[in-house]
């Protein structure tokens, strides 16, 4: 059963579920809207989007939340395409 | 090959490093075959830019755990079973 | 700045501005970056945040008391949940295709995505942490049972416990069994006792007694 650290399926684990929840920060709606609009427009589309976050090495997208794993995605796709330069996000910070 | 609801499926074990939707703890597993969902663009190439046509049947496929579990698979990873 | 972390692990990230993570100025960072080149406009971006915060389960509650009230509408949901989605007016989101199950006395559906997340966004609104997280995206499959105790839900033996792991694009939505003693309700009171939870499975639909507690 190994695969992928997103292939979840049946994996054995004794960790409870969290049912804490929490309403979406701005930039987690800010991060659906963005990868929503690189779908529409063609530039990146869901299953590159999903290839992107699996290629997260394990321990990254096991700590990272959700929209954290989307945003590498999109980091990750976008620089791959030449969309992006390497290192333009950074220069942004 | 196109396959028929109640029709036995097995699904292939074979090893892809690509991205695709075929989860691990089927693999190799036999299941039943519900309806067919229609057709989709292929995940596994337009994961990597391709258009991903042409589409790919989908099967929702029934396989029991000791409870039933029901998942859609692609036709390309789906063979007949006895 | 503590947290109490209820003794479960939550991922650490040195705090940004108001205790942001490091994300969300990145994600600012894209969005200013994808603008000026041209990729995107912040038109779009707005749409899109306007629409995903204007998703709610009131959506899917209303297909399923109108289901609950209506056999032949329940037949068409089940058979197109897209259609008859349209026919009560409602957005069914342009893709991917949602479906809709039933449970009944003999059959209790639970839904997860193994690989993913993946969830009917549009009629639910976003899916809850846990929903995402990994313990249920492992255990749904393996341990439905187990999963819906802990969630409170207890069946009878003999009901059939049925997991749909959404693997393709196909997203689901389950149509709980009627509450006793709501025979005779109008549709909308009906609609207020169908939780998010009950469609996702992990719950049963509120009774009356409970909702008006």
Known sequence: MEGGVHDTGGR?????????????????????????????????????????????????????????????????????????????????? | MSFEPGQRVRVSAREHRGHHRTPGYLKGRVGTVERCQGSFTNPETRAYGDSGLPKQALYLVRFENGHPVSADIYEHWLEEAE | ???????????????????????????????????????????????????????????????????????AFKARLLENAREAALELGLNPGEAPVVAAV???????????????????????????DWYKSLPYRSRAVSDPRGVLAEFGVELDPDVEVHVLDSTADIRYLVIPQRPEGTEGMPEEDLAALVTRDSMIGVARASSPAAAAA
């Open chain 1, 12 to 93: 054995p684990t004794t960790e409870p579920i969290d049912r804490t929840e929490h309403e979406l920060a701005e930039w987690e709606l800010l991060t659906d809207a963005l990868v929503g609009a690189l779908s529409r427009t063609g530039v990146m589309n869901v299953d590159e989007l999903r290839r992107g976050i699996e290629s997260m090495p394990p321990d990254e997208y096991r700590s990272a939340s959700y929209y954290e794993r989307w945003l590498y995605s999109a980091e990750t796709i976008l620089t791959e395409k030449g969309v992006l330069e390497p290192g333009e996000l950074e220069a942004r910070l």
């Open chain 3, 1 to 71: 700045m503590s947290h109490d972390h209820d003794g479960h692990d939550h991922p650490h990230e040195p705090v940004g501005r108001d205790g942001e993570p490091p994300a969300a100025a990145r994600a600012r960072a894209l969005e200013e970056l994808l603008v000026e080149k041209g990729v995107i406009t912040r038109e779009t971006v707005r749409e899109g945040i306007d629409w995903l915060v204007s998703r709610t389960p009131a959506d899917g509650a209303r297909l399923v008391a109108r289901a609950w009230v209506d056999p």
């Open chain 3, 102 to 128: 039933e449970n009944t006395g003999e059959v209790h559906h639970l839904v997860v995505c193994t690989l993913c997340s993946c969830y009917p966004r549009a009629l639910l609104g976003p899916p809850p």
